[in-house]
């Protein structure tokens, strides 16, 4: 849609970004704050998608060599893509799900039940296998180490990206420091759903 401006002329900008890899990364998260030259900021929401697979571009980046494993992080992706901007857009491109966003005002960012996240808290899982709303004790390691990370979360988004039985995205909330945590967050881990006993009795 970007590359091929699809859409120019018919009015349906809503802001406009100086650095492209930081529009890229806010397709990726699918959600954000845009910050403007005066200081304020708007929030920026999901809104819909153009329906088409999601493609990571670190695992293209890993498996062309590009990236070592080890680099494969938010931070050395966005650092590669801004070092390189002559074969950026080549690898950037190939992730054809595209997102459209809408403004929102109030707290946020909003999962996928339209109620506000919770920094370390929320987590995002794949509907198919787990129920939206419910509570599961998360066991893991702390980002880039292995310092445990074991908590109480609730399941309130999804994600393109988070497909399988055993997949979790935590939201560690916005910022510089936020975006260190996530960025490096690739921790194997477990977790276990809640249920109150009545329904786990009529589950058994």
């Known amino acids: 849609i970007d590359e091929n401006h699809v859409l120019a002329n018919e009015g349906l900008e809503l802001l406009w970004l100086r650095d492209y890899v930081e529009l890229f990364f806010l397709q990726v998260q699918g959600s954000g704050i845009v910050r403007f030259p005066d200081g304020s900021r708007q929030r920026v929401g999901f809104a819909a998608a153009n329906g088409l697979p999601f493609t990571a571009v670190g695992k293209l980046l890993k498996d062309s060599g590009k990236l070592q494993p080890g680099e494969v992080t938010a931070q050395g992706v966005m650092a590669w893509l801004r070092q390189h901007p002559d074969e950026a857009w080549s690898f950037m491109k190939q992730n ?30 794949d509907p198919a296998f787990l129920p939206l709303g419910a509570p599961l004790w998360l066991d893991t390691t702390e980002p880039g180490s292995d310092r445990p990370l074991r908590r109480l979360v609730v399941a309130q988004d999804s994600g393109a990206a988070i497909k399988g039985p055993v997949r979790g995205d ?11 945590e996530a960025g490096a967050m690739q921790q194997k881990g477990r977790y276990w759903l809640l249920l109150p006993v009545s329904v786990a009795e009529r589950r058994e």
């Open 96 to 125: 054809r799900r595209y997102i459209f966003f809408r403004m929102v005002d109030g707290a946020g960012p909003l999962g996928s039940q339209g109620v506000p996240l919770t920094p370390g808290r929320s987590l995002a899982v």
């Open 170 to 180: 935590l939201f560690w909330g916005a910022g510089e420091a936020a975006l260190a």
